[in-house]
C-alpha cells in the first residue's frame, strides 16, 4: 500500500465530490485481481475479493468491506471502516445515510474509459442495494482525482520520463549499424527487467521500433530491418516505475541526414510547438489540437490521424480530457478544459521516404502555463555520433 498517495488522493476526492452534483461518490467493486476498477488504487490502494464500498463525501468517507480486508484498510488511517460477514447492504446505506446521499455518482461514462469501471453486473446489484436512490456518472470526479496530480504523482512522473529518456540514450549509444529493430526492444526490455521498470504499454509493443522508411508506420512489432544510411530510427517508448508511466518518442539519423528530412522535422517541431503554446488552463482540448493541425497545413503538410495529446499518469492513456480533433470516436473527452496539474503528451508525426518523423513530448499544465516535464527534442540526434 502506498498510504501517502492514498491520503493525497481521498482529499482530492472529497474536494470533487463537493465540487459535483452529486452528495456521494461510491466505487462498486469486487475481485478487483480479475476485473480491474481504475479508481481503486487511488482511494484503497489494494485489491479486494468480497464486493466492497468506498463512500466519498464531500467531508469524510467510508469503506465497507470483507472483514478479511479490513485490517488493511485501517492500516491506512484515512477512511472510516465497516467490515461485514453476510451482507453488505446495511453498512452501504448507514454511510450513505450518514452524509444524506440521495444522488450518488457511480463509475459509468461513455467516453472515459478510467470513469467506467462499474462492471454492468455491480450495477444491477447497486440498484438492488439501493433502491431509490439517484444514479449519476463520476467522470466529473474521476477526472479530478486522476487528472489533477499531487504532488507524489508529479514526482513520481517526472522520474519515470527520466529513467525513459535516459534508457533510450542507452539504447542509442549501444547502436551499430547492424543493429535491428528487435534488438534495440531487447536492450531495453533486459534494462526494465534488471531494474524492475513495467512497460507503460503492452510488453511487446513497448517499445515500438521503426528503423529506415520500409518500416510500417504505426503500432508494429520490432523486425530485423536495420537503419539505411541517412534514414531514421524512431523509438516510442514508456517505463512504468513506482506504479507511473511516462511516455516519449525520440529520433535518430544515421549519418548526414538528407535535407528533405531536416525540413520535415522542422516542421514536425513547429506543429508540436504551436500546440504547447495553445496548450494552457482553460484551453478546450480540441482547440489545442486544431492548433497544430493548423501548423501543419500552414507548412503544406499531410494530417496525421490521431490525437494530437492525452493525459499521462498511472496509464500512458490516463483518461480525462483529450487533446483531439472533433470526431465521432472520441466523443465528449475532447470537450473537457485543461487545467492545471495535469500532464499531456503532444505527439504527432510525418510519413517520409527515411522513416517516420514521429515525436512526442510529455509536458505538465501550471497554473502559469505549460513546462516540458523532460529537455524536448529540438534537433535531429546523430546515431553515428
Excluded at 38 to 51: I, K, M, Q, R
Excluded at 187 to 194: A, F, I, S, T, V
Aim: hydrophobic share 40%; charged share 30%; glycine share 8%.
Amino acid at each position: 500500500m502506498d498510504e501517502r498517495l492514498v491520503a493525497e488522493k481521498v482529499e482530492q476526492a472529497r474536494d470533487a465530490v463537493a465540487d459535483s452534483d452529486a452528495d456521494a461518490w461510491v466505487i462498486f467493486c469486487r475481485e478487483t485481481d480479475e476485473i480491474h476498477e481504475p479508481t481503486l488504487p487511488y482511494v484503497l490502494g489494494f485489491d479486494v475479493v468480497w464486493p466492497t464500498a468506498v463512500v466519498v463525501g464531500p467531508e469524510e468517507s467510508t469503506v465497507i468491506l470483507g472483514q478479511h480486508d479490513a485490517p488493511t484498510a485501517e492500516e491506512l488511517g484515512v477512511h472510516k471502516v465497516r467490515a461485514y460477514d453476510e451482507a453488505i447492504q446495511k453498512p452501504l446505506r448507514a454511510a450513505l445515510s450518514r452524509i444524506t446521499a440521495d444522488t450518488v455518482a457511480i463509475n459509468f461514462d461513455r467516453d472515459d474509459n478510467v470513469a467506467d469501471g462499474l462492471t454492468h453486473g455491480m450495477y444491477l446489484r447497486l440498484q438492488d442495494l439501493l433502491p431509490g436512490r439517484e444514479f449519476v456518472g463520476a467522470g466529473d470526479i474521476v477526472a479530478d482525482v486522476r487528472g489533477i496530480k499531487s504532488d507524489t504523482e508529479h514526482e513520481r512522473i517526472d522520474a519515470a520520463a527520466e529513467t525513459t529518456l535516459d534508457l533510450l540514450h542507452a539504447a542509442a549509444d549501444e547502436w551499430t549499424p547492424d543493429t535491428t529493430e528487435s534488438e534495440v526492444a531487447d536492450y531495453l526490455h533486459e534494462r526494465m527487467r534488471d531494474a524492475g521498470y513495467d512497460s507503460a504499454w503492452s510488453w511487446e509493443y513497448c517499445p515500438t521500433v521503426h528503423a529506415g522508411g520500409a518500416a510500417d508506420v504505426g503500432h508494429t512489432l520490432p523486425g530485423d530491418r536495420t537503419v539505411p544510411e541517412g534514414e531514421l530510427l524512431h523509438v516510442d517508448f514508456g517505463v512504468v516505475q513506482d506504479e507511473y508511466a511516462a511516455d516519449l518518442q525520440r529520433l535518430w539519423v544515421n549519418g548526414e541526414p538528407p535535407e528533405g528530412l531536416l525540413e520535415a522535422f522542422e516542421d514536425v517541431r513547429a506543429a508540436i510547438e504551436a500546440g504547447y503554446d495553445e496548450l494552457e488552463p482553460g484551453a478546450v482540448g480540441h482547440r489545442v489540437d486544431a492548433r497544430a493541425r493548423a501548423e501543419l497545413v500552414a507548412r503544406d503538410r499531410e494530417l496525421f490521424d490521431h490525437a494530437f495529446g492525452h493525459q499521462v499518469g498511472r496509464s500512458a492513456h490516463d483518461g480525462g480530457t483529450l487533446l483531439g480533433p472533433e470526431w465521432e470516436r472520441y466523443g465528449a473527452s475532447v470537450e473537457g478544459e485543461v487545467r492545471p496539474g495535469e500532464v499531456y503528451t503532444m505527439e504527432l508525426g510525418l510519413d517520409t521516404e527515411w522513416g517516420y518523423v514521429g515525436q512526442e513530448e510529455m509536458v505538465r499544465v501550471t497554473e502559469a502555463g505549460t513546462e516540458y516535464v523532460v529537455d524536448p527534442q529540438t534537433e535531429l540526434w546523430r546515431l553515428d555520433e
